[in-house]
Nanobody, 124 residues
């Protein structure tokens, strides 16, 4: 089993930055594709970014390209989402998710393990 815990959310002004962390207990992240998703009130959960088990391949959604960066340290069993130049439309609950193996999945239905989420609020 994989248990995921997100942290680092909070309230920030537009243009500011936050760094979210996702840590795991149990099986190491070195075997898992990890994705970040977000869900705003009344909206569906949407893909933000993913990273391969080795960390060598990353991909981010067009809406966050150039502003958000996903990275990981397998020795620390931690994945980060660095969020810069935040906009009010980035306000959402952010979730990390994991799937055993390397998959370039952007649909939340393809991920097997989820954290509880962390709230990010960007004020204008």
């Amino acid at each position: 089993q994989v248990q995921l815990v997100e942290s680092g959310g909070g309230l920030v002004q537009a243009g500011g930055s936050l760094r979210l962390s996702c840590t795991t207990s149990g099986r190491p992240f070195s075997s898992y594709t990890v994705g970040w998703f977000r869900q705003a009130p009344g909206k569906e959960r949407e893909f933000v970014a993913y990273i391969s088990p080795s960390g060598g391949t990353t991909y981010a959604a067009d809406s966050v390209q150039g502003r958000f960066t996903i990275s990981k340290d397998n020795a620390k069993n931690t994945v980060w989402l660095q969020m810069n130049s935040l906009k009010p439309e980035d306000t959402a609950v952010y979730y990390c998710a994991a799937k055993n193996g390397w998959y370039s999945y952007r649909s939340p239905k393809n991920y097997d393990y989820w954290g509880q989420g962390t709230q990010v609020t960007v004020s204008s």
